[in-house]
């Protein structure tokens, strides 16, 4: 749906400005960071760290978690300055990656 957004909005009759097609294209590429980080939550390639208590935690995966879900609703918030189709192609793969990475939370139960 990105790359369709992608390529959509320079398809539009009126072009958008330049600080809104900037923030778009952002957003369009801070969604695709935020769907490789929440892959990256599902394959679990991050170690575990000894806390201080004696146990042990995956400390990465909690930050790539939380950096994923942020990304993902910045992606939302930047979809806003786009305009016609392209915006809500970026708003429903917004929708999408934040399902993704609640799926991923209760999977590794973070």
Do not use: H
């Not at 809104?20 to 960071?33: M, N, Q, S, T």
């Not at 939380?66 to 993902?72: P, Q, R, T, W």
């Not at 305009?83 to 917004?94: D, F, H, K, Y």
């Amino acid at each position: 749906m990105m790359w369709f957004a992608w390529r959509r909005i320079g398809l539009l009759t009126l072009p958008l400005a330049g600080f809104r097609i900037a923030a778009f294209r952002c957003g369009i590429v801070v969604g695709l960071l935020s769907l490789l980080v929440s892959m990256s939550c599902w394959i679990d390639p991050y170690p575990l760290v000894r806390t201080s208590d004696g146990g042990y935690s995956i400390a990465w995966l909690e930050l790539a978690w939380k950096l994923a879900f942020g990304a993902g609703l910045l992606s939302l918030i930047l979809a806003l300055f786009g305009r016609g189709w392209p915006r809500l192609l970026l708003i429903a793969s917004g929708i999408v990656l934040l399902l993704l990475m609640y799926g991923s939370l209760l999977q590794n139960g973070v």
